[in-house]
């Protein structure tokens, strides 16, 4: 059984051919262009794959609803082209195969849960800080939808004492995305990140605008890991840094060891690097295909 995963991201789409146990045969990225473009190249890529069922893990914010008129649409982001581009429709049209969806970010934490840093967990929640921020939340095994989905990184945050940007959300202004993802970094210090020092100040505001969302999370979701990827991420000094600004915030209410004594072992990098939300679309194309097995065992 070959199942198709695509991870689209708002820079780049991602796109993979894996099986049932959790392995990825192979992939291929291209960057993230007008929706014809793009989805054309998605469709050349899965042409000849004879995939049976095929898994998205996309930007958003999406339509999550399979009732909606517009479910497997991408709806308000900030990417204009891509407003109310039906992703699903288009694909379905080319592959007549079953199809499950989801953010990004939920994709990448389900990754994670079934392959990842936080394999066999019940909680965690995955944060991507990239181009933009996202949230995805495992709760009790399952992924949090509801009204629409978790959009953690348009949440407000304190301000840095010291920082005075003004944030660059096309909604917001200064959200945690507009603060801290990449863009607000190469804006507000006109160099990329990837170019900045350790030592300088910009890593101390970064990681306590992501402390102060993580702080957030771990008293609203009690999750059992907090995974945090995504391209600003790859600056593994962020790390202790986030952990002690978390530590400082929490000031011992939460009086559990992962906290306390084993924090290096629960504010983490994803397990499965870059490719947890490529890995976590492929667990929502498995999830297709079971649905399907699960609806003809019922009607037979």
Sequence with gaps: MRIGAIEAGGTKFVCGIGNEQGHMEEWCSFPTEHPEITLAKVSDYFRDKGVVAIG????????????????????????????????????????????????????????????????????????????????????????IHGLLHPEGGHIRTRRHPQDHFAGLCKYHGDCLEGLAA???????????????????????????????????????????????????MQQMHLFPMIREQVVHNLHGYVNVPELLQHIDQYIIPPGLGQHAGLYGALALGIEALNQVRTDSAVSL
């Excluded at 102060?212 to 059992?224: D, G, M």
Aim: glycine share 12%.
């Design 56 to 143: 998205i893990g996309s930007f958003g914010p999406i339509d999550l609803k399979p009732d909606s008129l517009t479910y497997g649409y991408i709806t308000t982001t900030p990417k204009s082209e891509w407003e109310n581009c039906n992703v699903v429709g288009i694909l379905k049209r080319e592959f007549p195969v079953p199809f499950r969806w989801d953010t990004d970010v939920n994709a990448a934490a389900l990754g994670e849960v079934t392959w990842g840093a936080a394999q066999g967990l019940d909680n965690c929640v995955y944060y991507t800080i990239g181009t933009g921020v996202g949230v995805g939340i495992i709760a009790g095994g399952k992924r």
């Design 182 to 232: 990449g863009p607000a970094i190469e804006a507000r210090w006109q160099t990329p990140g990837s170019e900045l020092p350790t030592d300088h100040l910009v890593w101390e505001i970064e990681s306590f605008y992501i402390a102060e969302s993580v702080t957030t999370s771990i008293l609203l979701h009690s999750p059992q890991k907090i995974i945090l990827g995504g391209g600003v």
